[in-house]
């Protein structure tokens, strides 16, 4: 069974943090790629970051220097650390593979950053 449970989200004031977290299956997790995605009303879904079985990370250049991402491969758990929220950065977020696996999305988390 291919499982993608992501949490952690919320409302945050601008330049507040929230941490996101991702619990895969094994299918869909060991040795791939995993990343985390975006989507915001009225737009497409976006890569935010992404990080490699062996720990190597690209980001989106909107949120360099402000969200870390890590993942535990015994957990088979991948999390975003975000910082310095901004009220662009509202959106669900979900995880993935890294291309996504399309065929299996989670429900998300919903981030709100607002004043």
């Known amino acids: 069974q291919v499982q993608l449970v992501e949490s952690g989200g919320g409302l945050v004031q601008p330049g507040g943090s929230l941490r996101l977290s991702c619990v895969a299956s094994e299918t869909i997790f060991s040795g791939f790629a995993m990343g985390w995605y975006r989507q915001a009303p009225g737009k497409q879904r976006e890569l935010v970051v992404a990080?490699?079985?062996?720990?190597?990370?690209n980001y989106a250049d909107s949120t360099k220097g402000r969200f870390t991402i890590s993942r535990d491969n015994a957990k088979k758990m991948v999390d975003l650390q975000m910082n310095r929220l901004k009220p662009e950065d509202t959106a669900v977020y979900y995880c993935?593979?890294?291309?996504?696996?399309?065929?299996?999305w989670g429900q998300g988390t919903q981030v709100t950053v607002s004043s």
């Open positions: 993935n593979r890294n291309p996504p696996w399309d065929k299996y």
């Open positions: 990080i490699t079985s062996g720990g190597s990370t």
